[in-house]
């Protein structure tokens, strides 16, 4: 049993506490030398009743959290979730060769791909995802594209999409499926939640389609009697590989590809480290034209050319672009971007993508890209999106798991994620929660891919609707229906700092959601503390009373890190902007200074397509 009732008897604090449980969490005195000098609590004393575990399991339930339940497979299947194994060998639409252009439906299939009640259906608040400026930079010309109708889709893709509920397109799609179309190089950035994902795979599924019996290598023929995954396997020859870092968000971003592919001979797999070898065998020697991979698996695999052979590809894209650029899988990367040994392809487009992007990342991704790239971002590189209301608690470092217990009775029950930084820390608060009646589940990176694969199932089917994570484990998730994140650890810069804050927050309020986001705060934060309060800032969201003295100044403007960027001012940049062109902005931190406005930028900001320049020369992507 854990100590968790150690702390002191609940002081002053508590005569307040019951009106307003989350209302002020202004440390007593206000004094931060105080608080560093003593182990005086400096925060609001939160309690946990004593009870016994029936006790607990009743006040749960009389607060509306459900128990947490077995998972049950059947069911899961039977929703449309996937395959009860791993993930990896779910259902794919299969291709025979007599089915002409486009293939017949496939009703039970397209129940699971698309029916599923757990698929993220967009919010009442999508209309706040065009209120954001656009900033586009490059050589190239891009009309921005309002509907997919008239992005000049191929029918398939067309179909694809109106069956996944998407009626139009968000900004950041609105200026990448063009591009791609046009076969740029592209980098995008824009918040979390913004259909970044569909942004890449829409026009790329949609570009090959049209030439898929020329493009796609030859796969054995599955419904012949005599089929045998063992025996009747095909090297995987890729035209798409889409790299990401975490196992999940492969799983994820290849349902995505299963979706889109749908109907069509393109044939979408999914690797990564923790599925058997075997079966990586098996699903790539049924052919393979979109491998969505972890970077680890994907280098071991481009050494194995009886598996696996890049010469065919035509597209690479990094997702979650800053954090694969990173040093810890630089050598990785390189070997990917590299193409492989064997690559044929001379038009090779390279794609980047993700929601912070800052500078030290650029910098690294320009030198994989074609010299005229061209740079699309909604709002500022590493911006929260305003359907998430933030707030920050003060809550002594000894007093969290008081706290959080304290929190998720305070708040409506619904599907919520807590952060951590440390897998101890993950596992600790999980028993902790528990074991006093919660409906916890938790993931993190030394769990095997059983357990990985049944968290995130339990989670996302509701089962278990508190999930406990370490932060990396969670990047680009996409979860309907979480009302609420809590960083129980902030993540200081040693663990990513506020744009891991701005990843961790993007769980909720996705697509035009709204979600609650809270912190917990103490002294050790303070190395976060001036980024988190530009974010409230720049959110409208309230800085707390502790925290006030970070705020600007009146007229004051708010600094970020990344506001300055070289790439379009100096040298290099001139590298990057063809002769004659004007970039559309002065960076990509910061929306573009007034002092371009009026440039002719060569730039569509196309009044017959809703969008529209403003002043400061931005493309406003307004309408929606
Ligand atoms: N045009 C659209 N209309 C409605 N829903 C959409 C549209 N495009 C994408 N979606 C849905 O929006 C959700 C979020 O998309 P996605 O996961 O691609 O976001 P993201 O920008 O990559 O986020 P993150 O930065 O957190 O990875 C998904 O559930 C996706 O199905």
């Known amino acids: 049993m854990t100590d968790w009732n150690t702390n002191p008897e609940p002081a002053a604090a508590a005569e307040g506490e019951a009106a307003t449980p989350w209302g002020d969490n202004t440390p007593e005195g206000g004094e931060e030398t105080a608080a560093e000098t003593s182990n005086e609590p400096k925060g609001k004393q939160y309690d946990v009743p004593q009870l016994n575990p029936e006790e607990f399991k009743s006040k749960a339930r009389d607060a509306g959290w459900a128990e947490k339940t077995a998972f049950n497979y059947d069911e899961f299947e039977r929703l449309g979730g996937g395959d009860a194994e791993y993930h990896a060998t779910s259902k794919v639409y299969e291709w025979q060769d007599d089915f002409g252009d486009v293939g017949p439906e496939v009703p039970e299939l397209e129940r699971i791909l698309f029916g599923g009640e757990f698929q993220m259906r967009k919010g009442d608040h999508y209309k706040n995802l065009g209120e954001i400026p656009v900033t586009l930079e490059g050589p190239t010309k891009v009309d921005p594209v309002r509907s997919f109708e008239e992005a000049g889709l191929h029918p398939v893709v067309l179909q694809n999409i109106k069956l996944c509920g998407y009626t139009e397109t968000t900004p950041i799609q ?41 493009l796609t290598a030859a796969k054995p023929n599955m419904s012949q009697p005599g089929y045998n995954p063992r025996y009747s396997k095909v090297v995987a020859e890729p035209l798409v590989v889409i790299v990401v870092p975490t196992r999940e968000l492969a799983m994820q971003i290849w349902d995505e590809a299963r979706r889109m592919c749908y109907r069509s001979m393109l044939r979408p797999c999914v690797v990564y480290g923790g599925l058997p070898m075997p079966i990586t065998r098996d699903e790539l020697g049924k052919g393979c034209d979109i491998l969505i991979a972890t970077p ?185 229906g979480v009302k609420h994140v809590i960083n129980y650890d902030l993540p200081s810069t040693l663990y990513g700092g506020i744009n891991e804050y701005i990843h961790r927050i993007g769980r909720t309020a996705r697509i035009g959601h709204q979600g609650l986001a809270t912190s917990f705060y103490n002294e050790k934060n303070d190395d976060i503390a001036q980024d988190l309060v530009n974010v409230l800032v720049e959110c409208e969201c309230e800085v707390p009373e502790f925290l006030a003295h970070l705020k600007p100044q009146d007229g004051e403007t708010l600094q970020f890190d990344d506001d300055t960027d070289e790439e379009v001012e100096g040298e290099e940049g001139a590298d990057a902007v063809a002769e004659g062109d004007e970039p559309v902005t002065d960076g990509w931190g910061a929306p573009a200074a007034a002092d371009a406005a009026g440039a002719d930028t060569g730039f569509a900001a196309a009044a017959d397509t809703g969008f529209k320049a403003d002043e400061s020369a931005t493309v406003t992507a307004s309408g929606w």
């Not at 200026?175 to 950035?189: N, R």
Request: proline residues 3%.
């Open 174 to 214: 609105a200026y990448t499926i063009p591009a791609v179309l046009q076969g740029m190089d592209v980098v995008a950035v824009a918040q979390t939640g913004s259909g970044k994902t569909a942004g890449y795979m829409i026009p790329v599924i949609s570009k090959l389609m049209g030439k898929a019996k020329k």
């Open 296 to 480: 680890g698996r994907l280098c071991d695999l481009m050494g194995k050319p009886d598996i696996l052979t890049m010469r065919r590809v035509k597209y690479t894209i990094i997702d979650e672009a800053d954090e694969m650029l990173q040093s810890d899988w630089e050598e990785e990367l390189r070997t990917i971007m590299a193409g492989g040994d064997t690559n044929e392809d001379a038009d090779h487009v390279y794609m980047m993508y993700s929601a912070t992007f800052p500078k030290g990342a650029r910098d690294m991704a320009r030198q994989y890209m074609a010299d005229d790239y061209i740079r699309v971002r909604v709002g500022r590189a590493g911006q929260a999106h305003k359907n998430i209301r933030q707030e920050v608690i003060f809550v002594d470092y000894q007093q969290k798991r008081e706290a959080v217990f304290e929190l998720l009775f305070a708040m409506e029950p619904g599907r919520t994620m807590i952060f951590c930084n440390s897998k101890a820390q993950v596992d600790l608060l999980d028993d902790f929660l528990y074991n006093r009646g919660l409906p916890t589940t938790s993931i993190h990176g030394d769990r095997n891919q059983r357990e990985r694969e049944d968290a995130i199932r339990a989670f996302r089917t509701g089962k278990a609707p508190i999930l406990i994570a370490t932060g990396v484990s969670a990047r680009g998730w996409d979860v309907a």
